[in-house]
């Protein structure tokens, strides 16, 4: 069951991460026509709801998405599973999330 | 021809007659019979239906019985050694059992509803679970997939290629009554989710089969089934 319910979660939020790196990618693009300024980017994200909501959506699906992942890393590289992998993911995935969303709110407020 | 072959000990070389047609069971069975009577290998139909003949031959897991030399010799020369993945009994002969007791762990028996007093259950060959089964039926358990999966070399407790094409097979039979345990067999930290799809399995299978279409399959349906909360 937790197999399955970690697989499903990587599924949807690869789905989600592949449309928020290519908007973050084509975003940078387009930005950088014509050189780019911390002002330009403060500017453009500074109150902003709508790229709020995106860069929250993104932080929030890598820190589920990427522990996933490091799981099997973890366990098939350094053999190292049980419950102490798992205590060391919740905090890896807490520490994602806690950082992605000082640097969104950073650019935002 | 130069033949390395890689036993309990050590690597031993040895020099054998090329002939035409001849396979690298052929060379296998020369060297015991004329050259070295001690070393162990096993074999028993020769014609690629038994499945026990199956060995690493220049890297890659084959059955020998069915590999000419004349397509995998380099610079006429051989390496050849015992299936990977599994333990060694001795020189080329590996215990399997491991690898059939992932089968039982897979639920790889089927148990159907019906008793003999009852009637035949007609399965349609045009049904999608027939379809099904047809394209994984065909396995004998010769570990060749298992021997070339990563995952079971990277995590020993993988249920492995063979044994979850297996599960699959009996997922979509009509007849079975097991399947819900099924898919709880098939869907722990060593079942089909470990799975990275490097499709080495599919790549080796001498039958042609396609294990990574089944675990693919056994995906879908276990996580249907816990969306459902049937899991």
């Known amino acids: 069951m937790t197999q399955t319910v970690l697989w499903l979660a990587q599924r949807v939020t690869a789905a989600i991460l592949a449309v928020c790196v290519a908007v973050h990618l084509a975003t940078i693009i387009y930005a950088v026509q014509g050189g780019l300024t911390a002002a330009e980017i403060l500017g453009r994200t500074r109150g902003s709801t709508s790229w709020l909501v995106f860069y929250s959506v993104f932080v929030a699906a890598a820190a589920i998405h990427a522990p996933i992942g490091l799981r099997t890393v973890l366990g098939e590289w350094l053999k190292w599973r049980g419950i102490w992998r798992e205590v060391f993911l919740v905090f890896f995935a807490c520490a994602l999330l806690w950082f992605g969303l000082q640097a969104v709110i950073g650019v935002f407020a | 021809m130069r033949v390395l072959v890689k036993r309990s000990s050590a690597v031993q070389e040895f020099e054998v007659p090329r002939h035409p047609s001849q396979t690298v069971l052929d060379v296998v069975t020369y060297i015991q019979r004329k050259l070295d009577p001690t070393l162990a ?163 080796r299978c001498p039958k042609h089969l396609s294990p990574t279409a089944a675990i693919a399959g056994l995906k879908r349906a276990t996580a249907k089934a816990a969306l459902k909360g049937e899991l």
């Open chain 2, 41 to 203: 290998y096993r074999y028993a139909c020769r014609v690629g239906m038994c499945g026990s003949c199956a060995m690493t031959v220049n890297g890659v897991p084959r059955w020998t019985c069915r590999t000419h030399v004349d397509k995998v010799a380099h610079d006429d020369s051989l390496q050849i050694g015992p299936l990977k993945n599994l333990p060694v009994i001795r020189d080329l002969v590996t215990d399997m059992r491991e690898f059939f007791n992932k089968w039982a762990r897979a639920k790889g028996q089927f148990e159907g509803a019906r008793t003999r007093h009852d009637d035949f259950e007609e399965i349609s060959p045009e049904t999608r679970n027939r379809e099904a089964v047809d394209a994984g039926i065909e396995c004998i358990g010769c570990a060749v997939c298992y021997s070339a999966c990563d995952v079971v070399a990277a995590n020993p407790a993988y249920l492995g290629p063979a044994a979850l094409n297996r599960a699959w097979t009996l997922l979509n039979d009509v007849r079975e009554k097991e399947n819900s345990e099924r898919l709880r067999a098939v869907a722990g930290d060593a079942g089909c989710h470990a799975c990275h799809t490097h499709m080495d399995c599919t790549e």
